[in-house]
C-alpha cells in the first residue's frame, strides 16, 4: 500500500464555457484537488493499493472530496474529519495553460490534522508535499510523520510543489527543507520549485538548479526527480547518473493536476519495478528509470489535455 498524505480542498476554475459572469468576474467551477489528493485519486486510477491520510471537513464540499477518493478505490481508513471548512484555491488560468492560485485557507479543516498512530503494516511508502508542509498547526504534523515513517524504514517521497504566497519566511522554509532531505527516498520537483529552494535568481541556468540538486542528493535522497514542463524530466542519482527521457506533446488545456499525476506515475512505476524501498531505487539503472521516466511522462500529457485534475486510468497510458 503506498499512503498519501496531505491536503485535499476544492480548486475553483475559470469555465472555459462562460469566461465572464455578472459585471466581468469569471464564472468559477468547484473541482476537487490539493496536490496530495490529486496523487492518491492519480495512483489509484493507476491501479496501486492507495490510502489517503488527511484531515477533511465534514460539509458538502468535504463529502465530495470523500466522494472522489471512494470512486478513485482509494482507502479512506487514515481520514479525520472536522467541522471546519474546506480550503479554496482560486486558479488564474493563464493563456499556454499554466495554472496560479490563490488560498482560502484560513481556519479550515485540512490545518488540523494530528499526527496518526502508526500506519498499517501493508504501507510500504509515504508520500507527502504541498500546502500540508506549510501551513500550521497540520504542517508539524504532518513533518513529524515523515520522520518517523522513514525510521521505520518505509519509502518516503516529497514533493514540495511551492506556493510562495503562502510561505511567510522563505528562508526559513528553505532550511527546514533541508531538515527534511535525510528522511526521503524520492524527491520530485518542478524546475522553478528547485530554483526557488535553492535562492536562486529567477532567470538562472538550468547547470544552477541541477548543482542545487546535486547537493541535496548528498543529504539523502536516493535520487532527484526534476520536471521541466514541456522539456521533460530528468533523474539525478547520487553516484552522478543523470537519465531524461522528453515530455509529449498534447494539446495543453490546462496543467492543473500534472505534477501530481507524476508523482503518482512514479511511485507506481516503482511499484512495479519492486522498487519501493531506499535499496532498491539506489539500485536502479538508466533503463530502468528510462521506463519510469516515460510512464510518468505519458500520463502527465494524458491530465494536461483536459481541465483540471483528471489524472489517467491504467489503459489510457499506453505506448
Given at each position: 500500500m503506498?499512503?498519501?498524505a496531505g491536503e485535499a480542498l476544492i480548486d475553483l476554475?475559470?469555465?472555459?464555457?462562460?469566461?465572464?459572469?455578472?459585471?466581468?468576474?469569471?464564472?468559477?467551477?468547484?473541482?476537487?484537488?490539493?496536490?496530495?489528493?490529486?496523487t492518491a485519486v492519480a495512483l489509484g486510477r493507476l491501479g496501486s493499493p492507495t490510502a489517503f491520510c488527511?484531515?477533511?471537513s465534514t460539509d458538502t464540499f468535504g463529502e465530495a472530496l470523500l466522494d472522489g477518493l471512494r470512486t478513485g478505490g482509494v482507502d479512506i481508513s487514515l481520514v479525520q474529519r472536522g467541522g471546519e471548512p474546506t480550503t479554496l484555491a482560486v486558479a488564474d488560468i493563464s493563456?499556454?495553460?499554466?495554472?496560479?492560485?490563490?488560498?482560502?485557507?484560513?481556519?479550515?479543516a485540512d490545518r488540523l490534522f494530528a499526527l496518526p498512530d502508526a500506519l498499517p503494516d501493508a504501507a510500504r511508502a509515504l508520500s507527502l508535499g504541498t500546502c500540508s508542509?506549510?501551513?500550521?498547526?497540520?504542517?508539524?504534523?504532518?513533518?513529524?510523520?515523515?520522520?518517523?515513517?522513514?525510521?521505520?524504514?518505509?519509502?518516503?517521497?516529497?514533493?514540495?510543489?511551492?506556493?510562495?504566497?503562502?510561505i511567510p519566511d522563505a528562508e526559513a522554509y528553505r532550511d527546514r527543507f533541508r531538515s527534511w532531505l535525510p528522511y526521503l527516498t524520492l524527491l520530485k520537483l518542478s524546475e522553478e520549485d528547485a530554483g526557488w529552494l535553492a535562492g536562486a535568481e529567477p532567470d538562472a541556468g538550468r547547470?544552477?538548479?541541477t548543482a542545487a540538486?546535486?547537493?541535496?542528493?548528498?543529504?539523502?535522497?536516493?535520487?532527484?526527480?526534476?520536471?521541466?514542463?514541456?522539456?521533460?524530466l530528468t533523474v539525478l542519482t547520487p553516484d552522478g547518473g543523470e537519465v531524461t527521457v522528453p515530455g509529449r506533446r498534447v494539446e495543453v488545456v490546462d496543467t492543473?493536476?500534472?505534477?501530481?499525476?507524476?508523482?503518482?506515475?512514479?511511485?507506481?512505476?516503482?511499484?512495479?519495478?519492486?522498487a519501493l524501498t531506499r535499496e532498491a531505487v539506489a539500485a536502479l539503472g538508466p533503463d530502468d528509470w528510462r521506463d519510469i521516466l516515460g510512464f510518468a511522462a505519458r500520463a502527465a500529457a494524458v491530465t494536461c489535455s483536459r481541465a483540471g485534475a483528471e489524472p489517467p486510468y491504467a489503459a489510457e497510458v499506453t505506448g
Open positions: 503506498i499512503v498519501v476554475v475559470p469555465s472555459p464555457q462562460e469566461p465572464s459572469g455578472n459585471g466581468g468576474l469569471p464564472a468559477l467551477l468547484p473541482r476537487r484537488g490539493g496536490g496530495p489528493y490529486n488527511s484531515r477533511i493563456p499556454d495553460g499554466s495554472a496560479g492560485y490563490g488560498f482560502y485557507a484560513d481556519g479550515t508542509l506549510v501551513l500550521e498547526p497540520g504542517a508539524s504534523a504532518y513533518e513529524a510523520l515523515l520522520r518517523r515513517e522513514a525510521g521505520r524504514g518505509v519509502c518516503t517521497a516529497l514533493d514540495p510543489n511551492i506556493r510562495p504566497g503562502l547547470a544552477v538548479v540538486a546535486r547537493g541535496w542528493l548528498g543529504q539523502g535522497p536516493a535520487a532527484i526527480v526534476i520536471t521541466r514542463g514541456g522539456d521533460g492543473i493536476g500534472a505534477g501530481d499525476t507524476v508523482n503518482a506515475a512514479l511511485l507506481h512505476r516503482l511499484d512495479v519495478h519492486d
